[in-house]
């Protein structure tokens, strides 16, 4: 939070899991920006792991999810998250700070797809940008080893003057330890 704040990002934009998880049904788009074991389908069923259990964003309930991770490694806790690989889902790999810039170039050009790093997503990247009205970004470890805070709010700008309503979704233990994103 105080990475995002650091960046101007309005505090009432920074929403607390309990208020925001059953807004992801009726947006357009979901961001994540460097998080895995928290918006990880698998803590409802995979018994016996450290996340099993624990709540999770629900990311996998937005219309359309673009996700820029550094890899398709598993997160912390080591356990595959399925949202990678489910239909629909745009992954977008490298460090935090350049696959956002990528967002940003895409949504600045308001050009057709010509091929960015998306693996394992389908539409056009473009498109689901341009077209969404209601985006939900998802912060995590990844955009603070990036430091990409600023990028990530240079999206949010770009999507809200394109006539998105923009907000951040902020899970109570994301990054290394518990609260460590509001520590950041």
Same mark, same amino acid.
């Given at each position: 939070?105080? &990475? &995002? ?12 899991? #309990?208020? %925001?998880? #059953? +807004? ?22 995979? =018994?016996?792991? /450290?996340?099993?259990?624990? !709540? ?9 999810? %673009? %996700? ?5 490694? /598993?997160?912390?806790?080591?356990? +595959?998250? !399925? ?9 977008? &790999?490298?460090?935090? =700070?350049?696959? $956002?810039? +990528?967002? %940003? ?13 998306? +693996? ?10 341009? =077209? ?6 998802? !912060? ?19 999507? =809200? ?5 923009? #907000? ?9 330890? !518990?609260?460590?994103?509001? $520590?950041?």
């Amino acid at each position: 939070n105080v &990475l &995002l704040a650091e960046a101007d990002v309005s505090y009432e934009k920074l929403r607390g899991m #309990d208020e %925001i998880n #059953d +807004e992801f049904s009726q947006c357009d788009l979901a961001i994540v920006v460097g998080a895995s074991d928290v918006i990880n389908p698998a803590a409802n069923t995979a =018994e016996g792991t /450290p996340i099993y259990g624990m !709540p999770i964003l629900n990311v996998d309930l937005a219309k359309n999810a %673009i %996700i820029c991770n550094y890899d398709l490694k /598993p997160g912390y806790a080591g356990v +595959e998250n !399925p949202l990678y690989t489910k239909p629909g889902v745009i992954m977008m &790999l490298g460090n935090a =700070e350049q696959t $956002v810039q +990528e967002l %940003i170039d895409k949504l600045s050009a308001q050009a057709e797809k010509t091929g960015p790093s998306t +693996e394992g997503g389908s539409g056009d990247l473009a498109k689901i940008l341009r =077209e969404a009205k209601r985006v939900i970004i998802v !912060p995590g470890y990844g955009m603070a080893l990036a430091q990409a805070q600023q990028k990530v709010r240079a999206l949010a700008d770009k999507l =809200e003057a394109n006539g998105a309503v923009v #907000d951040f979704a902020i899970h109570p233990v994301a990054g290394r330890m !518990p609260g460590h994103m509001n $520590v950041l």
